[in-house]
């Protein structure tokens, strides 16, 4: 099957993300709420590596069974420890895998029912999949508060945390990059109210599109 085009989504788009321990999660369901559907492409990047999936199928026959658990899954670390040594199987999985998820996020984005729809993507600008939105949220805190968040939420210590947001594109080159930006350095309450005026915005633009 043929991933839909932009011009194929009648759905208006909005393109979600941020920095690790930006909070996108939080913001998302706070969408989730108002009776957005959302499309996340973690999940979907886990969905594809499923038991049973085309994706899990074709790891398995090329990496083989090492990088199977017992119960069939897949043996996440296993296969990691393989492509970090490895930077052409590491490309080898990436033209496996960045297909397959672009053509179900598609596809999801495509077959949403609520008023418009939200992509979450931590990698939506470095991945083009920006291409694919009518408008761009950025979930915006200072580094210092994403390195606190995302030591305690992974139990990682402070130089992993570093590493982690030196590898995404920088938080400047987001902002620069976004139609919206929402502060969550604040409560959660306060994120919710700017929200709700966002996505008043938002149903207005998809209406009118």
Not at 122 to 145: A, S
Request: proline letters at 3%; charged letters at 20%.
């Amino acid at each position: 099957m043929t991933s839909p085009s932009r011009k194929s989504i009648d759905n208006w788009v909005l393109g979600l993300t941020g920095g690790i321990g930006c909070g996108k999660s939080a913001v998302s369901a706070m969408f989730e709420e108002l009776g957005i559907t959302v499309v996340d492409a973690d999940i979907i990047a886990r969905q594809v590596v499923a038991p049973d999936s085309a994706g899990l199928t074709a790891i398995h026959e090329h990496f083989g069974d090492a990088v199977l658990n017992a119960d069939g899954s897949l043996n996440r670390a296993q296969l990691r420890k393989i492509i970090f040594a490895d930077n052409a199987q590491k490309t080898w999985l990436n033209s496996l895998l960045h297909p397959l998820i672009r053509e179900k996020t598609l596809n999801d984005l495509s077959t949403a029912n609520s008023p418009y729809v939200v992509l979450v993507a931590p990698l939506l600008f470095e991945n083009g999949l920006e291409q694919f939105c009518d408008r761009t949220l950025v979930i915006d805190v200072p580094v210092e508060i994403q390195i606190s968040r995302t030591i305690a939420r992974d139990n990682i210590d402070r130089q992993q945390a570093l590493s982690i947001i030196a590898a995404q594109m920088s938080r400047e080159d987001k902002l620069t990059r976004a139609d919206d930006v929402v502060d969550n350095n604040q409560s959660l309450a306060q994120v919710a109210i700017v929200i709700q005026q966002l996505h008043k915005q938002y149903l207005a633009l998809a209406e009118n599109k």
